[in-house]
């Protein structure tokens, strides 16, 4: 496997006081071992494969999914929860020009339809995902912002047929929404959720409808002929469709066609041990909204149901030691500046994850060019919760050359270009990270 980062990135260490592991039962699924064979093979156990591979399996076809570590183990187990609006960064306006008009209504439908999708799921399969949260709040972090949060307002209300309340600075206290902030915006589409949790269940639900599992089972090499072969160091499976799921965790040659057209992004979260009613007082935040601010290199944060605060950032550039407990010791001290009550809390739940951009601006879901009977979903830019979950649903029709049972946007058909520089891509960061930093100041 071809992958950029160092190895710390993709290995347990850096998810090992991941809060979302202590609410769950751990298990270790079968591995591949020795020759088989299956009707389309799903490479990558996160949202996206998971669910093509229960819509497949309910579809009646033969599906078998292999994921290098365990279910969830990468961005799906380890995110900050959030089920909303987005998965791209395109502005209306690069939309319009890109793709037009309609294709703009369609993606913002999209994004709305893919919220309700999980939702849908969560009630059809009976899953406790500890959901909370009535959509989610856009905080102010300058006053500058606050000026623009109006007509970001007229905008949301445009795009998704809602309308967002905005709360003056004077208000965000009686809102429970006390710090740093110059106002808010909040959009009542979207709620928060425990991410294991939801991807368990649906792993669960697959399982019962016929689904294949095989984890620890890194494919390390790929093969076409008249038929996919997939290898892994105990074995092999040949499948007559592939779909690859593996996003920010994906290898530059599995499929080849993958290098350089993804640029995996450290994200780094923590969460408090469980507030008092005192501290959440002291503090002034009580709300359960789900929010995050707006910086470009922004923080998003939450009271979770158990009363523990959950706080993340983007991470750092390098996958190293030195790196990784700088990055620890910069979330901790933005926490602290932004709720200063909360100093001498206890934040025993840290770790970090890749999620996956492009140079596209939205993510990819279709055909592999030039490799017939192979498909693609990745790239959903920190919001993936939502959008890879319904990207995975479209790839269970695609696969079988049916019309999907959901809408199909014309922005996710594009394929997204190289990026400069190959496996060194992630130089280009520094300087990016420091002009946005510039920016929020």
Known sequence: ???????????????????????????????????????????????????????????????????????????SGRNGGFCCLGGGILSNAQIDKRFGTDARHAWRTAEKDAIKHVSGLLERYKIDADAHSKGETLLAHKAKRWATLQQHADEVAESYGVEPTLIPKSELADHGLNGPFHGALTNPIGFALNPLKYALGIAEAARRAGARFFEQSPVIRLEQGAQFTLHTPKGRITAKRLIIATNGYSSEDVPNWLATRFMPVQSSVLVTRPLTDEELANAGWTSDQMAFDSRNLLHYFRLMPSRQFLFGMRGGIFANARSDAKIKRLIRSDFEQMFPAWRHVET????????????????????????????????????????????????????????????????????????????????????????MGLVDR
Request: proline share 7%.
């Open 1 to 75: 496997m071809n992958r950029i980062y160092e190895p710390l990135a993709y290995s347990n260490e850096v998810r090992r006081d991941c809060f979302w592991n202590t609410t769950v039962d751990a298990t270790q699924g079968e591995q591949l071992q020795g020759t088989h064979q299956t009707d389309v093979a799903i490479v990558g156990g996160g949202f996206t494969g998971l669910n093509a591979a229960l819509h497949l399996a309910e579809d009646g076809v033969d599906v078998t999914l292999l994921d290098a570590e365990t279910i969830g183990w990468g961005a």
């Open 348 to 435: 025993p739940h840290m770790w970090s994850g890749l999620v996956c951009m492009n140079a596209k601006g939205a993510p990819f879901t279709g055909p592999i060019p030039d490799m017939p009977g192979a498909f693609a979903s990745l790239s959903y830019h920190g919001n993936g919760v939502a959008m890879a979950s319904y990207c995975g649903t479209l790839l269970a029709d695609l696969v079988q050359d049916k019309d999907t049972r959901l809408p199909y946007p014309e922005v996710l058909k594009s394929t997204p270009s190289k990026l400069p520089f190959g496996t060194k891509r992630r130089w280009v960061l520094p300087p990016l990270y420091a002009a």
